[in-house]
């Protein structure tokens, strides 16, 4: 249970760090513009915002790493509360922008928390 707890803990990490190069260096490209259905005009007037929720995105990604790598009486911890978090701004994307976002955010963050918890 541990490993699978682990394995699903630095997936939900990976995720999260792909979608943080995407909101903060790619968000205007083409490839950008593509993964988020964006015209080049939407891109442009969003930049900024991109940026922001980049920033939210990479404290998810911390958190989850120290969940994994932080004081080892303290990773349970970590991984757990930043999990929920995870799963809860995937709720709020399925809700405002994309269904789509619970299968993304939401579904592996629940996994990865239930993992947690039988591990522990």
């Keep these: 249970m541990q490993v699978l707890a682990v394995l699903l803990t630095a997936l939900v990490a990976l995720v999260h760090l792909w979608i943080v190069v995407l909101e903060v260096f790619l968000w205007d ?57 995870v799963a809860v701004a995937g709720v709020v994307g399925a809700a405002t922008v994309s ?10 963050a629940l996994l990865a928390l239930l993992f947690q918890l039988l591990a522990r």
């Design 29 to 85: 490209t083409p490839r950008g513009r593509a993964t988020f259905a964006m015209t080049r005009e939407q891109a442009a007037a969003t930049k900024v915002l991109a940026l922001n929720q980049g920033a939210y995105n990479g404290f998810l990604v911390a958190g989850l790493v120290l969940g994994l790598v932080g004081p080892a009486d303290h990773r349970f911890a970590f991984a757990v509360f930043t999990l929920l978090c």
């Design 99 to 108: 269904r789509r976002i619970l299968l993304v955010q939401t579904v592996p």
